[in-house]
């Protein structure tokens, strides 16, 4: 075993792992990072990307030996304070993610050139795109979602993420959830109350008939 001390989104992180391996296998099988995936394992269908050091690479390609100090970043780093990367909600919104195994191997490409070009050209978009293989979409939606992410990271300042609004629905859910049970609570206690008075004065009443 050899053990490596390095930066996993964001995150010092040490890991012990036998010195054969690939990024790849130290990622899925001594870090628990499942969400790079196993393709063909040859350098040929991009399923395994990753970033290391901010520029994409294979991870089955990298020995883990390699990346002593320095810095991978996988797709699940791709979200940031619970709110989803721009690429990752226009993804899922464009139908670029249909059986999802491409996918993180897609977002993090597509997020190294977004960092490196911020307005790419359909182009450039297919350039930087052309490691990275496909079975389900055509990648004219894999095309268009990485163009709308241009779009939506320029507004995303102005306007609240899904995740934001999800989370403002919530509590306004949940704040009227709190009301409506205050309430119920008040005129329960209001009516046994009543009762209790009710009882009471009508005890306090046959009390003094029998006097
Ligand atoms: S698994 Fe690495 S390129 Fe296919
Ligand atoms: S979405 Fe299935 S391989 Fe790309």
Do not use: W
């Not at 994409?56 to 979200?79: F, H, I, N, Q, W």
């Not at 496909?134 to 507004?155: K, L, P």
């Not at 919530?170 to 009543?194: D, F, L, N, P, T």
């Amino acid at each position: 075993m050899i053990t490596i001390a390095l930066t996993v989104n964001g995150e010092p992180t040490e890991v012990a792992f036998a010195p054969y391996k690939t990024l790849l296998e130290v990622l899925r099988e001594d870090l628990n990072l499942c969400g790079t995936k196993h393709g063909c394992e040859l350098g040929e269908c991009g399923a395994c990307a990753v970033l290391l050091d901010d520029q994409p690479v294979l991870s089955c390609l990298v020995l883990g030996v390699d990346c002593g100090d320095r810095a991978v970043t996988t797709v699940e780093g791709l979200a940031t304070d619970g709110r989803l990367h721009p690429l990752q909600e226009t993804f899922a919104d464009l139908g670029a993610a249909q059986c999802g195994y491409c996918t993180p191997g897609f977002l993090v490409t597509a997020k190294a050139l977004l960092d490196e070009h911020p307005r790419p050209t359909r182009d450039q978009i297919r350039e930087a795109l052309s490691g990275n293989l496909c079975r389900c979409t055509g990648y004219q939606q894999i095309f268009e979602a990485v163009e709308a992410a241009i779009v939506s990271d320029a507004d995303a300042r102005l306007k609240p993420s899904r995740y934001e609004e999800r989370n403002d629905r919530s509590a306004k859910a949940s704040a009227e959830r709190q009301v409506v049970i205050h309430e119920r609570s008040a005129k329960a206690s209001a009516e046994r109350q009543i009762a209790i008075e009710g009882r009471s004065a009508k005890a306090s009443a046959e009390r003094q008939d029998r006097s």
